[in-house]
């Protein structure tokens, strides 16, 4: 069972940055995809970004220029870095992994942007 935590949610006024960390407690996390998703309210659940096990990264046109996925393989940890923040990213994030041909999710943490 692979469990993931998210973490760094909160208020932002738009044109701000927030950083969102995502924990996994798997052993094998640098053969794994690593992603985010978001669902705003009353929106179904899109992808924002995906960072495969090689380095390589896939963005949503809408955050593009604005939005950094990273990983950390040594804390087995995969980052969001928002920056020039807009309400229309107000939604709950979740943190995917894939691996083994398996998809797993975290809880999710909440992203407001408002001023």
């Known amino acids: 069972q692979v469990q993931l935590v998210e973490s760094g949610g909160g208020l932002v006024q738009p044109g701000g940055s927030l950083r969102l960390s995502c924990a996994a407690s798997t052993n094998t996390f640098s053969n794994a995809a690593m992603g985010w998703y978001r669902q705003p309210p009353g929106k179904q659940r899109g992808l924002v970004a995906i960072?495969?096990?090689?380095?390589?990264?896939n963005f949503a046109d809408s955050v593009k220029g604005r939005f950094t996925i990273s990983r950390d393989n040594a804390k087995n940890t995969v980052y969001l870095q928002m920056n020039s923040l807009k309400p229309e990213d107000t939604a709950v994030y979740y943190c995917?992994?894939?691996?083994?041909?398996?998809?797993?999710w975290g809880q999710g943490t909440q992203v407001t942007v408002s001023s």
């Open positions: 995917y992994a894939l691996l083994s041909m398996r998809s797993y």
């Open positions: 960072i495969h096990s090689g380095g390589t990264t």
